[in-house]
């Protein structure tokens, strides 16, 4: 890959690697810092990897960042364990919106990753593959899982809008 080669994806691929990370991770700078690191990681290999594969090098490198970074913040725990009934409210409002993140964030992370890639992101199952490092199979287990409790929880009776 060349300089320009390098260039052209940071123009192409930037803006949609970021919303891939800032819709799972919930925090645009943390969601900045991932971007970042795929590309810096991109550099340092632009010599071995081909200009068409670029697209598929970084949305992998991107998701396992984010995959370590997730795991590093579990690992560090809560010190204020506090309960969600504090924060809850009877309220409620028709923000579809709210409701479909408020679904999307009850998925694992595998899941959640997944569904975004294709449903959000447009990837086909092979390129989701490539990314996920996951067989195709699972791929597609995991995207009907994930639509599964998605429609459970937006069809439940608590959140008829």
Not at 85 to 94: E, I, K
Not at 108 to 136: A, C, F, M, N
């Amino acid at each position: 890959m060349t300089v320009t080669d390098y260039n052209d994806c940071v123009r192409q691929y930037s803006d949609g690697l970021f919303r891939f990370i800032v819709k799972n991770v919930k925090d645009e700078e943390w969601a900045r810092d991932v971007v970042q690191d795929a590309f810096e990681k991109l550099w340092k290999k632009h010599e071995e990897v081909e200009a068409e594969k670029a697209k598929s090098y970084l949305f992998t490198t991107g998701y396992r960042t984010m995959i370590d970074q997730i795991r590093r913040e579990k690992k560090k725990g809560d010190f204020e364990e506090v309960g969600e009934a504090q924060f809850a409210h009877d309220q409620h409002y028709s923000d579809l919106n709210d409701h479909l993140h408020a679904a999307l964030d009850r998925l694992p992370e595998v899941q959640k990753s997944v569904v975004l890639l294709r449903d959000y992101e447009g990837y086909s199952y092979k390129e989701i593959e490539d990314i996920t490092g996951l067989g195709e199979a699972q791929v597609k287990v995991y995207i009907y899982r994930a639509r599964i409790a998605l429609k459970k929880y937006l069809v439940s009776i608590d959140y008829v809008v």
